[in-house]
């Protein structure tokens, strides 16, 4: 089945430490999308890429960075994780047509110690 | 900007309730609607949509209908199961050129006892 792929589903790092969070896809989708959901919160979007076009929401702080190296794969970096940034982190796929729905990964739970 | 507005909860029923969540939209043009389930520890797992007024979204015994008059988009089931129990979103897709982005409502989190 065609799918978004979250990798690791946990992580655990240290304060500081800079870690790295994997997305890959076979929709061949040409958006991919992070967001960041806390407990009982909506997603919330840190920025987004139409093929290598990159996008970043006003309010996503400088210390997350992404990376899209092909249609199939895109990657978060956190580069100092604090202790705010322990969250779930979602990855999702969707075409440009604005009928369609996004498809969501199952996340990354990100503990910061 | 696009918002949507959606019942918070927490909602509590019992095996074999009735169940609606509200959900009413602000956008311009004819954005397309959605719901999303989110079991625990899970990522989003897209309900239902519409993407017209009128239209009516069904799945696995749920059913939204896409209500320009009201800008409403109200999720409905006849009789939930405990396994229903999760949070519900409801979001908009603008109709907008170029529209990646989803506006999601805060969430309502469903617990069914049985």
């Known amino acids: 089945d065609a799918m978004v792929i979250q990798n690791p589903r946990y992580q655990v790092t240290q304060f500081g430490k800079p870690v790295t969070l994997s997305c890959s896809q076979t929709?061949?989708?040409?958006?991919m999308y992070w967001y960041q959901q806390k407990s009982s919160q909506a997603p919330k979007l840190l920025f987004h890429?139409?093929?290598?076009?990159?996008?970043n929401e006003a309010d996503t702080p400088d210390n997350f960075q992404s990376r899209r190296p092909n249609t199939s794969f895109c990657f978060l970096d956190i580069r100092s994780p604090g202790l705010g940034d322990a969250a779930m982190y979602l990855c999702?796929?969707?075409?440009?047509?604005?009928?369609?729905?996004?498809?969501f990964g199952d996340g990354t739970r990100l503990s910061i110690l | 900007g696009d918002s949507v507005t959606q019942m918070e909860g927490p909602v509590t029923l019992s095996e074999e309730a009735f169940l609606t969540i509200n959900c009413t939209y602000t956008a311009t043009g004819y954005p397309s609607l959605f719901w999303y389930v989110q079991y625990p520890g899970e990522g989003l797992q897209l309900l239902l949509k519409a993407t017209k007024a009128d239209d009516k979204g069904s799945n696995k015994g749920f059913e939204a209908t896409y209500r320009k008059e009201t800008t409403s988009f109200h999720l409905e089931k006849g009789s939930v199961q405990v396994s229903d129990s999760a949070v519900y979103f409801c979001?908009?897709?603008?109709?907008?050129?170029?529209?990646?982005?989803?506006?999601f409502g805060k969430g309502t989190k469903l617990t069914v006892n049985p």
């Open positions: 999702a796929t969707s075409t440009r047509d604005t009928g369609q729905p996004q498809h």
């Open positions: 929709l061949n989708h040409n958006v």
């Open positions: 979001a908009l897709r603008g109709s907008q050129g170029g529209s990646e982005k989803l506006v």
């Open positions: 890429y139409y093929d290598k076009d990159f996008n």
